[in-house]
Structures are given as C-alpha cells and as structure tokens.
C-alpha cells in the first residue's frame, strides 16, 4: 500500500482522453471545474491494449496522490464493446462518466449520441477528432495504404455532422476538409460545453458521495 505523498493533489482529478483536451481546459479556465487534469494519448484509441496499458499506468500513478479522488472521462465502448471501461474504473474504485464514448459525452451522455445517430450512418466528430484522423491516414500512408482505400472505409456512411463545442465552426471546417475522408459535411451542430460539463458534474458528484460514505465508514 502506498501512502499519500507531499505532492497530494486537493483537488478531485480527472483522467480523460485527449480528444476532448480543449474541451476540458476551457471549462477549467471559464471556472466550471474546479480540478487537476492529466490527459491519456488520443492516439492509443486505435489499440484497445495500448488504452489500457496506458490508462492503468496513469491510474497508479495518481491514486496515492488523488485523496479527492479520480473520475475517468472516458465512454464505455472505448476498451471494448463488454463494458471493459467500467470493469477497469470499478478494479481501481474510481468513478467514470456515464456515457458510450466521447461523443456521448459532447451530447450529454446516457447515450444520447445513439439518438443522434440510431442508425449509425453518421461520423459525429468533434475538432479533437481531426488530429486523431490526421494521424490514422499519416499511419496508413506509412504502411502502403493508398487514399482510395482509406475512403473506402467510411463508404457506408451518409456524411460527418461537425460538432461546433469551442464556437469556432469555420476553423473546425477547414481543418475536417483537409483530411479528404471522401465523406460530405453535413451540417455543423452547435453544441457547445453545457452538456460536457454536466456529464463530469455529475460523475463529481458520485466521487464526492463515494469519498464521503468512505470517511463516515
């Protein structure tokens, strides 16, 4: 058992995928969190292996120095379809958001991205998926993956819904642009951070009646 240290954090922490980085910061600069941040790769999303190789060594490194405890940001599809996400929180007793993925997330959660999108037709894509995107083509590139064949992936899809959360759509736009998908923007949705903030909120909520049934015990 490893004791707290000097360096213990006094705030909650939140462990969360980089795709939803700015996101988070800007909700910690406007003063709607009050938390530390340490932010996983986006780039491991592609190998649930390296997620989780990842996550449990971010997990043991902050848990002896979290007394207000950790909420994991991340959906519970991103280690696997068999609610492995929610297993791994439940190992370390830590709390997680209630949503599918990062998307839900950005939606309010509790899988409202499936009522957005029932028929999975749709790639709803917020501006820290571009990046994630970016690299995936970079990587098929290396490998001798040619342009047509990555298109080809997302073939059975209508379009993108571009969802506008930092109010900077026109940017977002081009940037989604270039990543020559082959797919058709759609629309833009303005979504803002309401729902992002009211999806951590609430798993604050649950940490702070966890950390408080913890000390009555």
Do not use: W
């Not at 519970?76 to 190992?91: Q, R, Y």
């Amino acid at each position: 058992m490893v004791d707290y240290d000097m360096t213990a954090k006094t705030k909650p922490c939140i462990i969360s995928c980089s795709v939803l980085k700015d996101e988070i910061q800007q909700l910690v600069k406007q003063g709607d969190l009050d938390v530390d941040l340490v932010f996983v790769s986006k780039y491991f999303h592609v190998d649930y292996i390296l997620i989780e190789e990842n996550l449990r060594k971010i997990i043991q490194q902050n848990l002896p120095r979290s007394p207000q405890g950790i909420i994991l940001v991340y959906g519970d599809l991103c280690l696997g379809p068999n609610n492995e996400m929610k297993k791994l929180a439940e190992e370390y007793g830590i709390v997680k958001v209630d949503a599918l993925n990062c998307v839900d997330c950005l939606l309010g959660g509790k899988g409202k991205s499936l009522q957005a999108d029932p028929k999975h037709e749709l790639m709803l894509m917020n501006p820290g998926m571009t990046g994630f995107f970016e690299n995936i083509k970079e990587k098929a590139r290396q490998e001798g993956v040619d342009e047509e064949a990555l298109k080809g992936l997302f073939s059975g899809l209508k379009g993108i819904v571009l969802l506008d959360t930092l109010g900077e759509p026109d940017k977002d736009r081009e940037e989604l642009e270039k990543l020559s998908t082959g797919l058709t923007i759609l629309e833009t949705k303005a979504v803002g951070l309401d729902s992002l903030k009211h999806v951590i909120v609430e798993a604050m909520e649950r940490n702070r009646e966890k950390i408080g049934k913890n000390i009555q015990a």
